[in-house]
């Protein structure tokens, strides 16, 4: 890789920006970002001059100089930094916007890196992935809600009832609770809080990851109010489903 173009990856990951917010701040597309760090293609003199800019450093070290082999360089102390005792917690954020790029990169450490990531006073040490959700589909939780979360191992570690990302290759990343059956591992049920959503199955093959929920973020003013008969009404739908849930997962 050319010097300009590993300074340019250096210096994004340095302010913790994905390929597509740093290309917002220059004004190009992120498919041309990615073509200049992967050395596809040659950055133009008006991006380099902006990059100058940006992070005040010579257009004849971006061309010249390796500035990611600095001594002390920002890298090496953000990797000693989650190595160390004040890291012990990383939570990764998954937004709506990166969601089809999170079933294809999930399990790629480089996508992974680009995503930010942030901590929560009330989380313990440990790994953790947050996810924006769409849609009202587990209401009274509103659309644009953060749901942070722990990756579950498998079907054994699935708590019955439970709200839980699920990420699967037909459905994409969802919000659901997990019933699961007493008579088969192979497949569960998911269940929105939201009665006019029915219940569906999912077969446990089909399922790339589950992250059990530990907390929940919303600005303030999201809160869905809801009237005294749609409460009722909620009620009513959601007795027909555990009755209907209860029979499946006798079979």
């Not at 995503?115 to 313990?124: D, E, H, R, S, V």
């Not at 849609?135 to 054994?156: A, F, N």
């Not at 303030?220 to 027909?240: D, I, K, Y």
Request: with cysteine.
């Amino acid at each position: 890789m050319s010097t300009v173009c590993r300074n340019l990856k250096y210096l994004r990951k340095q302010k913790g920006w994905t390929q597509q917010e740093f290309a917002d701040r220059l004004n190009i597309k992120r498919s041309l970002l990615g073509a200049y760090e992967e050395e596809r293609a040659e950055p133009r003199t008006e991006v380099l001059e902006q990059v100058s800019d940006m992070f005040r450093v010579s257009i004849d070290d971006l061309l010249r100089r390796d500035l990611s082999s600095q001594k002390e360089s920002f890298l090496e102390r953000r990797r000693q930094q989650k190595l160390g005792s004040n890291a012990r917690q990383n939570v990764v954020f998954v937004p709506v916007k990166a969601a089809a790029g999170y079933l294809a990169g999930f399990n790629d450490e480089e996508f992974i890196e680009e995503l930010n990531t942030f901590t929560l006073p009330m989380l313990g040490a440990g790994s953790y992935r947050a996810f924006e959700i769409a849609g009202d589909s587990m209401l009274p939780t509103p659309s644009g809600s953060v749901v942070v979360c722990h990756k579950v191992d498998g079907w054994e570690d699935i708590r019955n009832n439970e709200a839980y990302i699920v990420v699967t290759n037909r459905e994409g990343i969802v919000y659901k609770r997990v019933v699961k059956s007493n008579r088969s591992k192979t497949k569960v049920t998911l269940v929105s809080d939201n009665p006019q959503y029915d219940p569906y199955a999912v077969n446990m093959d089909e399922v790339l990851e589950i992250w059990q929920a530990d907390a929940v973020i919303q600005k303030m003013g999201q809160q869905h109010r809801m009237s005294v008969n749609h409460l009722a009404g909620m009620v009513n739908q959601l007795q027909e489903q555990v009755s209907m849930l209860k029979k499946q997962m006798k079979n």
